[in-house]
């Protein structure tokens, strides 16, 4: 009998550890999707069966990310576009023009997005930040974070964010305002490292960022200084230009940074642990390790990349410690992953699975995989082809939506169900509820959730008859299957109500509930 697909909601919450993941074998249940960059996305499930493919035409690679809704977002080189699971464009946006868009993006839970880009900064205006001129260029490019909220299909505004090139700190020119000890400005960012600028104009070429909903954290790789960082994102956007505000009080200055002592003259260059990472990840609320960081280190110029779990020095408020005039811990990751022949120079990331296990992607091996904590692969699938996979992801989720909503006049709301070919020839049956997703009900041990109320009563009586059409039937080769919600008038009294629908997947031959998908919300509006 196969897993079940749908796992309990993870806690509200989040615990910092420092403990290693816990024991597992086998590949976690849930779909994986990546792409290979002009190539397009693909959702696979455990068997490494495509369920689903999204067709992007992007020939540079930006990101990749799925919204709590099951939007696709896909960045690529001056904005980002997201789709719905059947490729519909929900938005599309280009930066404005003063910013290079670049190799990451995250939605959040308000539903903005935030954007990785650069910005370009003239020598006068480098030179008067304190950098050597002799090192400094016509222009140099500086990494930003910007907030985006969607104002039409094709537009949006930026209504947050953040520029390193406000938090640099140097000790060369006497004479700037920024002058200071480096050590002792360990908040700020050394103007002056690297002495050599990547690709000719980039200070930072920010490549990886994630989001941390319980702390308003945003973490950040910056790999030409070999760190990561994590800034305050509840400031204001002039809090976020200085030193002071925000939930921690540093306006937005560096919260932490780890990875090269030596950029803060907190310890020599031999103290340095990453190489050139890529893709740092928070492991989520609920999964072996939560509040640690995974990070996919290249080391470019080695022969062997690394995945490092480090876990945060936090104290019991969530705030930092630094001890002294040393470096930010820890000393030593909690965990990594490193194996023979194991490289890739460029791109590639590592995300943390519910059940410990460790999914991997490495780019220029056009391989993904997953290991368990013990380092034993479980799961591989090598895409080859000459282009570097970005990218690779996992989702629990198993049951989409095109929209959201329902308006008052009327619409039809389609339902997307893929559970995976371990799944195919089995019974599905899409089930509903007025009243929210929790606590739920569980049946037969698998957990459902949505909670029983009249709604679900009501459609298990008027099978078929209701706005919930072709809402049972039977899974294709791929597990897939659709149904709709459709309505020509939405009814007066039930304006203002969110119904939740989710998809119970039952064995063809005993009829056993197996699994149940994740609920998909349909507010009625005006």
Not at 27 to 51: C, K, Q, S, W
Not at 169 to 181: E, M
Not at 219 to 230: A, G, R, T, Y
Request: negative net charge.
């Amino acid at each position: 009998m196969p897993r079940p697909l749908f796992h309990l909601a993870a806690p509200a919450c989040l615990m910092l550890s420092v403990v290693s993941p816990l024991p597992a074998q086998g590949p976690a249940d849930g779909l994986r999707f990546f792409e290979a960059t002009g190539e397009g996305i693909d959702l696979v499930d455990p068997n490494g069966t495509i369920v689903h493919h999204w067709i992007t035409n992007i020939q540079r690679h930006g990101g990749i990310a799925l919204d709590a809704q099951g939007a696709l977002y896909h960045g690529f080189g001056s904005g980002f576009r997201k789709r719905s699971l059947g490729s519909g464009l929900l938005w599309s946006y280009n930066a404005p023009a003063q910013y290079a868009v670049s190799h990451d993006l995250q939605p959040l839970p308000n539903g903005n997005v935030l954007l990785m880009a650069g910005e370009l900064k003239t020598s006068a205006e480098v030179a008067a930040a304190g950098r050597d001129p002799l090192t400094t260029t016509p222009t140099v490019e500086y990494g930003v974070i910007l907030e985006l909220q969607q104002t039409g299909p094709n537009s949006g505004t930026v209504v947050w964010e953040w520029h390193v090139f406000d938090h640099l700190v140097q000790d060369f020119d006497a004479t700037k305002a920024n002058f200071g000890v480096v050590q002792d400005r360990w908040e700020r960012v050394d103007a002056n490292y690297p002495s050599l600028l990547f690709q000719g104009n980039e200070f930072n070429h920010f490549n990886g960022l994630d989001y941390d909903p319980i702390h308003d954290w945003i973490l950040i790789s910056s790999p030409v200084q070999d760190e990561v960082w994590i800034i305050d994102h509840s400031t204001t956007t002039a809090e976020a230009a200085g030193s002071t505000g925000g939930r921690w009080g540093k306006g937005g200055d560096l919260l932490y940074r780890w990875g090269n002592p030596a950029v803060y003259r907190a310890g020599p260059a031999s103290a340095v642990q990453l190489g050139f990472q890529h893709d740092p990840r928070f492991v989520p609320p609920g999964y072996p390790g939560e509040g640690n960081v995974l990070i996919f280190s290249n080391n470019p110029t080695g022969t062997q990349s690394e995945v490092l779990e480090i876990g945060l020095p936090v104290d019991s408020g969530g705030a930092f410690i630094k001890a002294g005039s040393g470096p930010f811990g820890p000393a030593q990751p909690v965990w990594s992953y490193a194996a023979p022949g194991f490289h890739s120079p460029v791109m590639s990331g590592a995300q943390r699975l519910p059940n410990g296990n460790t999914l991997i992607c490495s780019a220029t091996q056009t391989t993904v995989f997953e290991i368990t904590p013990a380092g034993t692969k479980v799961w591989e699938r090598v895409i080859g082809g000459t282009n570097p996979v970005f990218q690779a992801h996992f989702t629990e989720r198993t049951m989409w939506a095109n929209r959201e909503d329902m308006p008052a006049t009327g619409a039809n709301a389609l339902f997307a169900l893929e559970a995976g070919s371990a799944f195919a020839g089995d019974i599905y049956a899409v089930l509903g509820s007025a009243s929210g997703t929790s606590p739920g009900f569980t049946l037969q041990g698998t957990p459902v959730p949505l909670n029983f109320d009249t709604y679900t009563l009501g459609m298990l009586r008027v099978i078929g008859a209701g706005p919930l059409q072709s809402w049972a039937g039977v899974l294709d080769s791929t597990g897939g299957g659709r149904a709709s919600f459709n309505l020509t008038r939405v009814p007066p009294g039930v304006i203002g109500l969110t119904v939740h629908h989710a998809m119970c997947t039952l064995d063809a031959t005993t009829g056993a509930l197996v699994a149940a998908s994740n609920a998909v919300p349909l507010a009625f509006v005006p």
